[in-house]
């Protein structure tokens, strides 16, 4: 699974099992942080690909 965070605060923006282009993550918020409001651009997230636990 993989998860996009804020890079300005580290909250989770998105994550789930598809990986989906970065751009389209960000418009289902509205490019926005939800917990600290910043607007994100391509190069204010992280994205991080964690390994599934089962
Ligand atoms: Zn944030």
């Given at each position: 699974?993989?998860?996009i965070?804020?890079?300005?605060?580290?909250?989770?923006?998105?994550?789930?099992?598809d990986l989906k282009p970065a751009k389209d993550m960000l418009k289902l918020?509205?490019?926005?942080?939800?917990?600290?409001?910043?607007?994100?651009?391509d190069?204010?997230?992280?994205v991080?690909?964690?390994?599934?636990?089962?």
């Amino acid at each position: 699974m993989f998860e996009i965070t804020c890079g300005k605060c580290g909250a989770p923006i998105y994550s789930g099992v598809d990986l989906k282009p970065a751009k389209d993550m960000l418009k289902l918020v509205s490019n926005r942080c939800k917990k600290c409001g910043a607007l994100l651009s391509d190069q204010d997230f992280i994205v991080e690909v964690k390994p599934l636990q089962t």
